[in-house]
Antibody, heavy 124, light 108 residues
Framework: EVQLVESGGGLVQPGGSLRLSCAASGFMFSGYAVNWVRQAPGKGLEWVSS????????NYADSVKGRFSISRDNSKNTLYLQMHSLRAEDTAVYYC?????????????????WGQGTLVTVSS | EIVLTQSPGTLSLSPGERATLSCRAS???????IAWYQQKPGQAPRLLIY???SRATGIPDRFSGSGSGTDFTLTISRLEPEDFEVYYC?????????FGQGTKVEIK
């Protein structure tokens, strides 16, 4: 059974930093893209960042580029999101999500399993 | 960036009726890489459809997806009480991966 468990959320002041973790189990972690998606209170879904399982490439939404950094430890089956220079508009539930897989095209960036989310609140 | 526009914003229907949700992209989506998700309050989204028309594991066959290019549709053939939730489309044909703003299906 695929499981994704996020941790590390909390209250942080504007300009502060926080590191989120996502512990994965039930699938071959190194073989899939893993991703962060966030949802501000009462709002829709926003993709934040992805880490490829194929070539080690990463990408980021423009809204977080230069402030957030995604990394993964395949030996621990864990995904991380290091967040710096946090702003009020970063307040959201942050979900870890596993990417899908196409038999011909390889890793895909739709999200077939999600964690329960961790709340990040940026406020003074 | 591909902008996805979902319509209507809210769909008011009765159990047993057919629901048709639209997702329109600002430019053609490569390989029709469109996914649909359902989200219940306080829960993570659940994948329903990927590749525009392939049902995810365990999804009932009353859910179907169709479309190509810039116009995509999620159809729920006969609404069950547990289907009255919020639905999002997402494109993964080109980075940044983007979501629509959501359609809420409510009981009439």
């Amino acid at each position: 059974e695929v499981q994704l468990v996020e941790s590390g959320g909390g209250l942080v002041q504007p300009g502060g930093s926080l590191r989120l973790s996502c512990a994965a189990s039930g699938f071959m972690f190194s073989g899939y893209a893993v991703n962060w998606v966030r949802q501000a209170p009462g709002k829709g879904l926003e993709w934040v960042s992805s880490f490829s399982g194929r070539d080690g490439s990463t990408n980021y939404a423009d809204s977080v580029k230069g402030r957030f950094s995604i990394s993964r430890d395949n030996s621990k089956n864990t995904l991380y999101l290091q967040m710096h220079s946090l702003r009020a508009e970063d307040t959201a539930v942050y979900y870890c999500a596993k990417g899908g897989l196409d038999l011909w095209d390889g890793p895909m960036y739709y999200f077939d399993y999600w964690g329960q989310g961790t709340l990040v609140t940026v406020s003074s | 960036e591909i902008v996805l526009t979902q319509s209507p914003g809210t769909l008011s229907l009765s159990p047993g009726e057919r629901a048709t949700l639209s997702c329109r992209a600002s430019q053609s989506v490569s390989s029709n890489y469109i996914a649909w998700y359902q989200q219940k309050p306080g829960q993570a989204p659940r994948l329903l459809i990927y590749g525009a028309s392939s049902r995810a594991t365990g999804i009932p066959d009353r859910f179907s997806g169709s479309g190509s290019g810039t116009d995509f549709t999620l159809t729920i053939s006969r609404l069950e009480p547990e289907d009255f939730e919020v639905y999002y489309c997402q494109q993964y044909g080109g980075s940044p991966w983007t979501f629509g703003q959501g359609t809420k299906v409510e009981i009439k």
